[in-house]
């Protein structure tokens, strides 16, 4: 198993353009979750998604989207690129049902600089 | 403002010694979770404790969850160069099992 995969591992992006970043795991996880993390803070939750289909917003969803179309993937879509969305960017998938938490397990991140 | 305190934000010890690292929190969790970060790499899961008063042993990491389940500490004996790393915190909550997390404790163990 290859886990939580997250591609591109590095990007630079103009003020403006736009990308996808690409989220996908092989473990059978209903639970998919993006997270950004600044310098010298812990994750802040993006978006999250219980099933395919299914999606919602977390903390600091503003000037992000996602779809969730099958199991296995979870893109992140930045449409306007700020400098403010200059982080790193983790993907995490757990198998969860309601009420019982079971652990996250987090892709490799995403570093985007946005100038 | 962090739902999530976490305290110091940064230690600096010799090999040894022994430490402890604080997450509090005016808010109640279902549980909660300590990771451990190395650079380049996502969270790594340490441990989850769930009952108030829980008290977790992994090696030479203690980890305690306050009668509350407001709070949580990390205590290790005897640290290691191996453990220097970036330790969070996080509390889960609410529908979706989401994850809040601390700022971090970045420990750096010198040889």
């Known amino acids: 198993n290859a886990g939580v995969t997250q591609t591109p591992k590095f990007r630079i992006l103009k003020i403006g353009q736009s990308m996808t970043l690409q989220c996908a795991q092989d473990?059978?996880?209903?639970?998919m979750y993006w997270y950004r993390q600044d310098p010298g803070m812990g994750l802040k939750l993006i978006y999250y998604?219980?099933?395919?289909?299914?999606?919602d917003k977390g903390e600091v969803p503003n000037g992000y989207n996602v779809s969730r179309s099958t199991t296995e993937d979870f893109p992140l879509r930045l449409e306007l690129a700020a400098p403010s969305q200059t982080s790193v960017y983790f993907c995490?998938?757990?198998?969860?049902?309601?009420?019982?938490?079971?652990?996250?397990?987090f892709g490799p991140g995403t570093r985007l600089t946005v100038l | 403002t962090q739902l999530l305190e976490q305290s110091p934000q940064f230690l600096s010890i010799q090999e040894g010694e022994n430490l402890t690292v604080y997450c509090n929190s005016s808010?109640?969790?279902?549980?909660l979770q300590w990771y451990r970060q190395e650079p380049g790499e996502g969270p790594v899961l340490l441990v989850t404790?769930?009952?108030?008063?829980e008290v977790k042993k992994l090696k030479r990491l203690t980890f305690q969850f306050g009668d509350a389940r407001k709070d949580s500490s990390l205590h290790i004996t005897a640290a290691q160069p191996g453990d220097t790393g970036l330790y969070l915190c996080?509390?889960?909550?609410?529908?979706?099992?989401?994850?809040?997390f601390g700022a971090g404790t970045i420990l750096r163990v010198k040889s």
């Open positions: 995490a998938s757990s198998y969860s049902t309601r009420g019982v938490y079971n652990e996250q397990f």
């Open positions: 473990m059978n996880h209903n639970y």
């Open positions: 998604s219980v099933g395919a289909g299914i999606t």
């Open positions: 808010s109640v969790f279902s549980s």
């Open positions: 404790v769930v009952t108030g008063g």
């Open positions: 996080a509390g889960v909550r609410g529908y979706g099992n989401k994850l809040v």
